[in-house]
């Protein structure tokens, strides 16, 4: 039985964009995510928000076109052994940092071994347990030098990954495995993602100013090896929190693009031509604390996650076009047979029709589990985030539990 009761999946990502441009007298694009980001050292950096920063700032060894495809980054090229647990990368001639200097084997070294570190604790060191080693030095059993990475020369990176991983190509375009600066993290640690003149990357933009909690403005790096296909010269981020201000920004043309807008706004933005809907991969879940004693019983997790009406959520609550979840993976996820979740199946029925079956199977689990009618089942507490619309989406599941 999984810990996690699964809400929705195939996220869609609602951006406003402006129809009219008058009051954007700047040539930067201008464009609001959400507020003062948590960080944006591609090492700690486990948001969203973050993550899209550092994306436009910083290249892995591989990237991904705009059909999702994983294609060469850093690296130009590279082999997989026979056994497929040796991966030797090519890293371009013309890889080079946004101040002049070039991408290096050991850039990658350096900031894997950060990754897997036990001491700056990476919330997404996991990401690299595909390599050797890399969970027992999370763990602190092994030194960091012993992870499955080393150069063989400035522009030659050899992998050893523990067993074969058919998406490791994948896990080199994520933020996580991105390569950094040793000299610059080194001399000022905690604070080199806060300075344009530190915030040194390898990726198509360049930081041109830093403002905490009001904006982080983006230049072209033409230092970047494929700086001829990038074609915006600015991007202007605005760090605000205030959805509600961003879509007043956005109709008086201060804002070109905005995103995550209140649910309740969507229909009238619709209408309106505001709204562009475009497909995500994502997954809703909630963690289950299961040393509790009562929610460490089966039968219970089981019975939260029926009772569970997700079809009203996406319907009600979302708006967004999702997709009820009924397993932990999506929909639009390949394996080698095609798509992976329409393979798989499902854990649970999420079809509309079959939810007063959930519900009384729901009520058969609880009462097995000695709680008849919910007679002497203890009070859960739900802890979450305010934003998100995390709170909206809880509030029916509270009377749905109930």
């Known amino acids: 039985m999984s810990k996690r009761l699964l809400l929705g999946v195939i996220l869609t990502i609602l951006l406003l964009f402006s129809t009219n441009c008058k009051k954007n007298t700047s040539n930067a694009i201008k464009i ?174 360049i930081m041109k100013e830093r403002k905490i909690d009001e904006k982080l403005v983006l230049e072209k790096n033409t230092n970047y090896w494929n700086a001829e296909t990038i074609v915006p010269q600015e991007l202007e981020f605005i760090l605000m929190d205030n959805p509600t201000v961003s879509i007043a920004s956005i109709k008086d043309g201060s804002l070109d693009y905005g995103g995550a807008p209140p649910v309740q706004e969507l229909e009238t933005l619709k209408s309106e031509g505001y709204i562009q809907t475009n497909v995500s991969l994502g997954i809703y879940f909630y963690m289950i604390n299961c040393t509790n004693e009562v929610l460490n019983d089966p039968r219970v997790r089981d019975a939260l996650t029926l009772a569970i009406d997700r079809n009203y959520i996406v319907k009600n609550v979302t708006k967004g076009g999702q997709i009820p979840a009924g397993a932990f993976v999506p929909y639009g996820i390949s394996d080698v047979n095609g798509d992976f979740r329409e393979n798989g199946g499902n854990y649970y029925e999420v079809s509309e029709d079959k939810y007063q079956e959930n519900v009384e199977k729901a009520k058969e689990l609880l009462s097995e589990a000695g709680y008849p009618n919910g007679e002497n089942f203890p009070v859960i507490e739900f802890k979450s985030n305010q934003g998100g619309g995390n709170l909206e989406i809880f509030e029916p599941i509270q009377q749905m539990w109930k």
């Open 32 to 205: 609001r995510i959400g507020p003062e980001p948590q960080t944006i050292d591609p090492t700690l950096n486990t948001s969203i928000d973050g993550g899209t920063y550092i994306v436009h700032i910083f290249e892995g060894l591989t990237t991904k076109d705009k059909d999702n495809n994983i294609v060469p980054g850093a690296a130009e090229s590279w082999e997989i052994s026979e056994d497929g647990l040796t991966y030797t990368f090519h890293i371009r001639s013309n890889a080079k940092w946004s101040d002049g200097k070039d991408v290096v084997a050991d850039d990658f070294v350096y900031s894997w071994q950060r990754a897997v570190d036990p001491l700056v604790a990476s919330g997404y060191s996991y990401q690299l347990e595909p390599v050797l080693n890399a969970k027992e030095i999370t763990e602190g059993k092994m030194d960091k030098s012993n992870l499955g990475i080393k150069s063989i020369d400035d522009k030659t990176l050899e992998v050893t990954l523990k067993a074969p991983t058919a998406y490791f190509l994948e896990l080199t375009a994520f933020p996580t495995l991105f390569p950094i600066r040793k000299d610059i993290v080194e001399a000022n640690p905690d604070g080199w993602t806060r300075d344009a003149k530190t915030y040194i990357g390898n990726g198509p933009f």
